[in-house]
Each structure stands twice: as structure tokens, then as C-alpha cells.
């Protein structure tokens, strides 16, 4: 089954207490790319990648780091997290950045006390 | 880049009406609009996408008409269901340009029984 699968799915945490969320995806897309969803704000890109060890800033990318050293696999870096980080976090994967449709996964709710 | 506006943030028909959200962006070299819904809880996930050379797309009881020239474009629901209560996220980008899918903010559909 195609899909693209995230963990942990529900976390809380502390501030300053580094995090990884991972993102897997098993379609062989070469784009993947990170949104977080806050209400009345839609969703906003984070970070994304167009393949392999090709990473770019999105429109929020202030206390993110992503890292893509596989195809599948694209984590989300908080090295420092804080409250104002507590969101849901979507990974998606697609064949094209521009005009592919884009394929999230289940979403990460995260809180950062 | 690109700037996408939605409205209405909310929408509240009776089931079986009609519902329309609209949407309007900035960047006349756009030419892939998709729009993406999200029942409650759930991921985003695609439900009807136009391209820039077609004005009208239809798929069921869902369709999405294209204004290149005043830079809007909408979705229509007909005949509207308990299952279509969710966020409907309209989305433009410009294949192949420097920006990626750019979303809308939003619209919360309640269907009223």
C-alpha cells in the first residue's frame, strides 16, 4: 500500500529538549516536504526536498533542521524546541514539487511545554 | 511569491444545497490549482485539480471553474452530503517556477442536517 508514514504521531514535550520527527515513504518520490497546521493559519511550508541531499527552506523554517540522506526518508529536526512550535506537523511526498499531488502522511500533533 | 486567499473561512449549508468556496492568487504564471480536503482528524488529501487550460473540471458532485484572467477559481458542491463536513484547502503554483504550491487558508464546511 503507498503511503507515507510519520512518528511519533502525538507528542509532548519540554522546551529546549531536542526532537526528531521521522517521515518514511514508500512511492520512490523524489519530492518530500514538511507543513505545519495552527488554526486560521492553512498549512505552511516548513523545509522541503527535491531528492537526495537537496534540501530548501520553505516559509517557516525558523528552529527546523531536515536532513535527507535517503530517498524514502525525510526526518524534522527541533533541536530546540519551544511552546511557540506546538502545532501539527504534516510530511507529504509527491513525484513533482509544482504539479504532483502531494501525499501526507497522518500528522504529528506536538506540544512543547 | 505567490499569495493565495480563500474565502469564506466558514461555510454552513443544508444538506443537500449547494457550496461554493472561492479562491484568488497573485501570480499570473500560476497554472496548477488543486484542491485538497481534510475530514477531521485526518491528513489532506487531493479531491480535484485544474490546469491552467481547461476553465472547468468536473468529477461527481464536485467541480472547480478557472478565471485565468481575474485570477480566481472555485469549488462547487452540489447536492451536498453529511460526508462533505471537513476543510476544503484550495492551493496554486506555477509548474516548473521557483515557487512551490502555494495553499489557501482554509474553509471550515459544516453540512446542517
Known amino acids: 500500500e503507498a503511503q507515507v508514514t510519520q512518528n511519533p504521531r502525538y507528542l509532548i514535550t519540554v522546551t529546549g529538549k531536542k526532537l526528531t520527527v521521522t517521515c518514511s515513504q514508500n512511492?520512490?518520490?523524489?519530492?518530500m516536504s514538511w507543513y505545519r497546521q495552527d488554526p486560521g493559519l492553512g498549512l505552511r511550508q516548513i523545509y522541503y526536498?527535491?531528492?537526495?541531499?537537496?534540501?530548501d527552506k520553505g516559509d517557516v523554517p525558523e528552529g527546523y533542521k531536515v536532513s535527507r540522506k535517503e530517498k524514502r526518508n525525510f526526518p524534522l529536526i527541533l533541536e530546540s524546541p519551544s511552546p511557540n512550535q506546538t502545532s501539527l506537523y504534516f510530511c507529504a511526498s509527491s513525484t513533482s514539487r509544482n504539479t504532483g499531488e502531494l501525499f501526507f502522511g497522518e500528522g504529528s500533533r506536538l506540544t512543547v511545554l | 511569491g505567490e499569495n493565495v486567499e480563500q474565502h469564506p473561512s466558514t461555510l454552513s449549508v443544508q444538506e443537500g444545497d449547494s457550496a461554493v468556496i472561492k479562491c484568488t492568487y497573485s501570480d499570473s504564471a500560476s497554472n496548477y490549482f488543486p484542491w485538497y480536503k481534510q475530514e477531521l482528524g485526518k491528513r489532506p488529501q487531493l479531491i480535484i485539480d485544474?490546469?491552467?487550460?481547461?476553465g472547468e473540471k468536473k468529477d461527481q458532485r464536485i467541480a472547480v471553474t478557472l478565471n485565468k484572467t481575474a485570477k480566481h477559481f472555485s469549488l462547487h458542491i452540489t447536492e451536498t452530503q453529511p460526508e462533505d463536513s471537513a476543510v476544503y484547502f484550495c492551493?496554486?503554483?506555477?509548474?516548473?517556477?521557483?515557487?512551490?504550491?502555494?495553499f489557501g487558508k482554509g474553509t471550515h464546511l459544516i453540512i446542517q442536517p
Open positions: 492551493a496554486a503554483s506555477a509548474g516548473g517556477g521557483a515557487d512551490g504550491l502555494t
Open positions: 485544474i490546469r491552467s487550460n481547461v
Open positions: 512511492m520512490n518520490h523524489e519530492y
Open positions: 526536498s527535491m531528492n537526495v541531499e537537496v534540501t
